[in-house]
């Protein structure tokens, strides 16, 4: 049975205490996905009882249904064996259990509302450090933590699980400056558990824990996304959390260039692979008539080789219909037109010269979001992210003068690189007539 070998083998830190809230915090791979879907497991057979439903809720619909359920370390293989659900419905998100209960799943990205009205007896919380975030009435993203909710869990969740036992299992990487994972962090009330990457060595690839640990080190990056731990945000920091969340879009607005801009690997990383495209006429966000850009895309991937990144480079440049793949002149400029070359032809290349210095060249694109010490600022941002791009804003929320010189960014290269060959930063009025596709900002 998959429920015994999992009491056999589970670690100390993954046992399931006697509290109604629980947080598991962790790294990356530390084995915190597979600890919320075992404790809800265990909590489904233990009250089988057909009185009270249950709820799996994460940052999005699809990531509860796909990563929570039926991933490999999902819900339904945790309860194969000693407790086989009757029918999973996909569509509907819903879990129907031999007892007649049902465990729903929903996104935090709505609300979860979904689960607004049900008798839930608890339910697992993935990932809340990429839960949206959204202000009170009266008040504008970049406020006081006061001002600012998590619909999902204030809303939603604390009025649903309102019968026997009332358990929740909260899990995710601790993402810095989240209002939710401080909050969590601080009550007392809270049991919380602490997980690393290096925890699970067992289960994982040691040449890729080797590979992170040498790039991130004791980097804030790494101490959050291997290390588990809670970073908040950091002093001289070109990007904060409620900066980037105040400008974003929910909606790709109609564009008039796309650039996929590549910063190749050096050594054991990831190569950096970022879509930006230029707004056509007006920005939806409705602030300025001057140039702005969205952030479409991050495809930054660990390759196994030359031609893997600029493969995945110029997958990027088709499925986007973009009009050019560039580089950094000065940075692996020629190698990545030049790779890409030998592989398609067709890709239209070029380069791009930027101010040399991670820090110098990153700061006039970080000026298109605004001045992280004005938050009056951050809703005439120039620089939109459609939808969430978690690790490349990982990399941006880390970066800071005393951070520069400890790692290389490469997400955050090729966004520099993207937003620089597009020149947003001209002050120009724009003139196209191009109506842009009205757009939701979250709010």
């Not at 407790?83 to 709505?110: E, I, K």
């Amino acid at each position: 049975m998959r429920s015994e070998l999992w009491n056999r083998t589970r670690r100390p830190a993954q046992i399931p205490p006697d509290a109604p809230t629980w947080y598991v915090r962790g790294g990356r791979g530390s084995g915190k996905t597979r600890t919320g879907s075992e404790a809800l497991a265990e909590w489904i057979r233990q009250y089988d009882t057909g009185d009270g439903d249950w709820a799996v809720i994460a940052p999005t619909f699809s990531d509860a249904r796909d990563i929570c359920m039926e991933g490999e370390s999902g819900l339904l293989r945790s309860l194969i064996g000693m407790y086989d659900p009757v029918r999973w419905n996909r569509s509907m998100g819903q879990l129907h259990l031999r007892n007649g209960a049902t465990v729903f799943t929903d996104g935090a990205d709505d609300g979860a509302l979904r689960i607004q009205g049900k008798n839930l007896r608890g339910a697992w919380c993935d990932e809340v450090g990429l839960w949206r975030i959204s202000t009170k009435d009266g008040h504008r993203l970049g406020a006081r933590d006061d001002a600012l909710e998590v619909k999902a869990w204030d809303e939603s969740i604390q009025f649903a699980v309102r019968k026997e036992p009332g358990l929740l299992v909260v899990t995710g990487t601790p993402k810095r400056g989240h209002i939710l994972v401080r909050r969590l962090i601080n009550d007392s009330l809270v049991i919380k558990t602490h997980m690393t990457m290096a925890d699970n060595r067992a289960n994982l690839l040691p040449a890729r824990i080797d590979a992170l640990t040498a790039k991130y080190g004791d980097t804030a990056l790494g101490r959050q996304e291997l290390g588990g731990e809670y970073v908040d945000e950091i002093e001289g920091a070109l990007w904060l959390v409620a900066q980037i969340d105040a400008s974003r879009l929910t909606e790709t607005p109609r564009l008039t260039r796309i650039i996929v801009a590549v910063d190749p690997p050096g050594g054991a990383t990831e190569c950096g692979i970022v879509v930006v495209g230029m707004i056509a006429g007006q920005c939806p966000c409705g602030d300025t008539n001057l140039p702005h850009a969205a952030v479409l895309e991050d495809r930054s991937l660990f390759p196994s080789g030359p031609n893997h990144w600029a493969a995945e480079a110029i997958n990027a440049y088709h499925d986007h219909t973009a009009d050019r793949v560039v580089g950094e002149i000065n940075y692996g400029g020629d190698m990545v037109m030049n790779t890409i070359a030998n592989l398609d032809g067709s890709v239209h290349t070029g380069t791009v010269r930027a101010t040399r210095g991670k820090i110098l060249r990153a700061e006039p694109i970080a000026g298109l979001y605004g001045d992280p010490a004005r938050s009056e600022t951050w809703t005439r941002s120039r620089v939109h992210h459609i939808g969430r791009l978690p690790e490349l804003e990982d990399e941006m929320l880390a970066f800071s003068q005393e951070e520069a010189g400890l790692w290389s960014p490469n997400r955050l290269d090729a966004l520099v690189w993207a937003i620089t060959e597009l020149d947003i930063a001209a002050t120009r009025p724009m003139t196209s007539n191009v109506a842009a596709v009205t757009s939701a900002r979250i709010r």
